[in-house]
Every structure is written in C-alpha cells, then in structure tokens.
C-alpha cells in the first residue's frame, strides 16, 4: 500500500523553548551574545523565538509527546536509521548540516520524529471494502449544496422550514455561517471524493437525487445539504492508480483520527496564553467549544 509521511515536520532552526519562572531567572539573563549596542540574552532569545515560531514549536513538540504515549523508537532502531540518513553524505555531511542550517542534533532529532510517525502509519488498516467502495464512489462526482450552522438545533429549524417548502438558496442566505453562501446560496457545485471532510462526503453520496440529508456534523458545523444531481466521472486514471488514491486517502483519514485519540488522551493543558491555539487544527470541536 502507498503510504505518506502526514504533518509532524519538525521546523528546521528551531530552539527548544522553556517558560520562564523566578528559579530560572538567572539562566535567563545568561548572555548570549555582546554588541556594542547591548547584550542578547537567553530571555531575549525566547521572547524572539515565541514571537516568531512559538506556537509552531510547541505543535511539534505537543504532537511528538502523544505519538510517544503509544509508539517507541529503540537506541538501536534510531541509530541504525541515522546511520542509514548520513551515508549517503559521506563526508560531506557537515556541510549538509550547514546548507540546512540545523545541528547534528536536531537532524538526529527529526530521523527520530519520522520513525515514530512511520510506526502510527503502518499500524493503520484500510479494509479492502472500505478501499472497492472509495473506488466505486470515485467513479460518481455530485452536484449538491448545503446551508452550515453552529447549532444543531438550528440546523433543525433549517431542515423543518426546507421541508415546509422553504427556499434552499433564501435561506442559506438567511442561516448559513458560509460568507460565500450570500452569492452561492450554499450552492458548492461538481465535486468528487476527497474533496470534502469525510462525513460531509460520506452523507452527500448516500443521497438521492433532490433528498435533503438530516444535519450533519463535522469540524464546521451542522450541514444540511441537498443532493442535486450526479453524474459519470471523467478521469484518465486507471482502477489501479484510483485504488492507490483511495488507499491514501483513507490512511490520511485514520491518521487524523488516531492522532486525535492519542491527543485526547494526552490530556494536553497549555499554560502560555500564547500557545493556547497550538492544537486547535487537531482538535477544532475543542476550540469551538472554548470560544463559547
């Protein structure tokens, strides 16, 4: 099965970052550097790196720590890979290092955050009839449209003005949290598999011609949507190349949701003001929630 490396990148030149408190008030005047124009300490440093990639950081490290709760990368397993990595460099390796402009460290560091994310993707499994029903489905795009809302009991009320003979567009001009929905009336035109969350995808293609689905929730909201039409897909792939497409597709799928269950469990609580929003790509119910 093609398998893709998903998301975790480590962002090359980054510094591990530490909040500050009264103990380490000394480590943090420790100077770093002298100008005539004044010293940069190690506080200064962390200021500037929260500033500019804080937040990116302590996604990655957040990210690494839950993957760790379920995977293990061995000494021997982590050397054996950064041997593997550096041979191809021969000598010249240090050179590699400075063309990237991260340390022996933090590439050693990267090799091990790969390792774990290939651990999590090959303990993922497609069924083989999850995989013949995304190929099936590939081969069907769909016309449809949808009226989005916070709640689901608004989205009820939607649902009962629609089959009362409410006009679509009207009100999804009325409810629909989409800003595009004003001049669509929530119209989204010809789509086909992948191009939509999954549980958008999965109730827009249960539909029938013209039938209005329940509200459907996902990481935006409830969804009303309306089957408008189908029709044959146009494609120059073969089955086999679908398959391989399907087969990814639904790795990435299982990958979001696992890494979601493993940062669940995490019990991740942020302390920094501002690195609150660091997982909210990977936890938007969540984040939803806090803003209520």
């Known amino acids: 099965m093609k398998k893709t490396i998903l998301a975790l990148t480590i962002a090359a030149s980054v510094l591990a970052l530490a909040a500050c408190n009264n103990d380490q008030k000394a480590a943090d005047e420790e100077i770093i550097a002298t100008t005539k124009a004044g010293n940069i300490t190690k506080e200064d440093l962390y200021e500037e790196m929260k500033d500019a990639i804080g937040v990116q950081v302590v996604e990655n490290m957040l990210l690494q720590r839950a993957l760790e709760t379920e995977y293990k990368v061995s000494d021997k397993e982590l050397e054996e890979e950064i041997k593997a990595r550096k041979e191809p460099f021969g000598e010249s ?5 400075q063309q990237q402009g991260i340390t022996e460290r933090f590439f050693e560091k990267n090799v091990k ?6 651990k999590m993707i090959e303990s993922l499994k497609v069924s ?3 995989v013949a029903k995304g190929v099936e489905r590939a081969k069907t795009e769909v016309h449809a449209r949808h009226i989005v809302v916070k709640e689901e009991d608004t989205a009820q ?11 679509f567009a009207e009100l999804a001009k009325e409810y629909s949290t989409e800003p595009v929905a004003q001049q669509t009336g929530g119209d989204l035109g ?5 191009k939509m969350v999954q549980e958008f995808e999965d109730a827009t293609y249960s539909l029938k011609k013209g039938e209005i689905s329940e509200p459907v929730k996902t990481s935006f909201g409830y ?11 146009e494609t120059d792939k073969t089955e086999e190349e679908i398959k391989a497409e399907i087969e990814d597709n639904l790795t990435r799928i299982q990958f979001g949701e696992k890494l979601q269950e493993l940062i669940k469990a995490a019990d991740v609580d942020i302390k920094v003001e501002e690195f609150k929003t660091a997982l ?13």
Not at 190 to 194: S, Y
Request: proline content about 7%.
């Open 93 to 97: 390796f240090p050179l590699y290092l």
């Open 113 to 118: 955050a790969e390792l774990l994310q290939k």
């Open 128 to 130: 083989e009839e999850d």
């Open 157 to 167: 009320e939607v649902l009962t003005k629609l089959n009362e003979g409410g006009d």
């Open 190 to 194: 010809w789509f086909g598999p992948g």
């Open 223 to 233: 969804h009303v949507i309306e089957l408008l039409d189908t029709r044959p897909a």
């Open 280 to 292: 909210d790509v990977y936890l938007p119910a969540e984040a939803d929630k806090e803003e209520k």
